[in-house]
């Protein structure tokens, strides 16, 4: 796929659709409001140039408009685009075997003590050519799109080095100016420690923020910093360190979040202002609760707790606690290799006790208030994007029904089509 644009004035009109799931609203839902996604039985949908114009209620009027291009969606439902809100899109090499050394028993800690995960990826990374990274991470893109995600989140991280970490961000660069989807860029260098830099996480920290974290700011190669905050990768001391130096050079705020052990990554988002904390399995009910009054978004990773074989962030409690939740894929080469949304919403709503209308907050305007973007993208909103997915079925029920299978139709990215299902041939 290559990147499309809409012509500035060309008037689209997704006409007559069985529901249109609008998700109204330019900033994250809490807790209850999650469910509130704005259902409009029969309505239709202008869209002009790449925004969306207007919405048409059943019965309005579209006789005085003359659009370029009509799609006749009676029996259909149309969604925002979905927003994959955390993903480490961009890696070298595979790591097929580890997720065999897990099928016999081996924890992801067993495996990153005998030298494998992040690390093995590091290696693949450093020896992959940017032509490489980039060629994977245009067909990673597509295959997103197939799942009816326009926006992606993705993390540098599999460098931990500063030539290496720049050019994961150069290809994020690269992929952003030649695929049709929006990516929101990352910088994780502070992901695992490197084996040059074995017992010295906190020497390392210090090396990222000093002569990598400047570059990367200076070249606007990121608009976020993250960071593994983990009992044996970097402590909660080290993790508010490199944050807080990454605010005041201007970044924006995520943490990898009290996964594997509880050690206050959820206190420490709160606490730094940052604008997500992404995994929380462990988190306790004084982390839901700061995130809930600071207004960080909680975003869980269904799929990695499936793929580790752990169990489920608390997401009822934390909704019931009033926290804004996004879903998102966690799309990396070891512990979850999968872009599947269809799988994130079987596990959310099957296994996680959340409802579907939640769990379609969480992909859409909860996922863009995870990347900063609520004001622009995320929902069927005048003035928005017009990243609109038109899905099979004439009802938002029928997403979760068709247990791990796609419903997606059609993909509106930027007020283009950009992938049509039922063009699609068996041969
Ligand atoms: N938990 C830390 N980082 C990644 C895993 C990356 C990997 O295993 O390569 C995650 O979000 O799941
Ligand atoms: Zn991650």
Known sequence: MTKKKAEDNRILLLENASQIVTVSGFEA????????IGVI???????KGDRIEKILMPGESTRDLV?????????????PGFVDSHTHLVFGGYRENEYNWRLRGDSYVDIMNRGGGIINSVRGTREASFEILFETGMKRLDSMTRFGVTTVEAKSGYGLDKETELKQLEVMKALQDNHS????TTFMGAHSIPTEYKGRGAEFIEYLIEEVMPVVKER???????IFCEKNVFSVEESRRLLNAAKAMGFKLKLHADEIVQLGGSELAAEVGA????????????????????????????CTAFSLKEHYARARYMIERGCAVAVATD??????????????????TLQMDM?????????????????????????IDPGKKADLVIHEFPSYQYIPYHIGVSTVEKVIKNGRMIFDASKIEIL
């Open 275 to 302: 604008v997500s904390a992404d995994h929380l399995l462990q988190a306790s009910d004084e982390g839901i609760n700061a995130m809930a009054e600071a207004g960080v978004v909680a975003t869980v990773l269904p």
């Open 29 to 36: 839902k809490k807790g209850e409001q999650m469910q509130d």
């Open 355 to 379: 409802r579907i209308e939640e769990v379609i907050t969480g992909l859409t305007l909860n996922g863009a208030a995870a990347v900063g973007r609520a004001h622009e993208i995320g929902s």
């Open 41 to 47: 039985e029969g309505g239709s949908i202008l869209v």
């Open 181 to 184: 989807l929006d990516l929101i």
């Open 331 to 348: 799309f990396n080469p070891g512990s979850c290799f999968t872009e599947s949304i269809p799988l994130a919403i079987a596990l959310t």
């Open 67 to 79: 659009p370029d291009e009509v799609i006749d969606c009676r029996g259909k439902t149309i969604l």
């Open 220 to 226: 606007s190669l990121a608009e976020f910093c993250d």
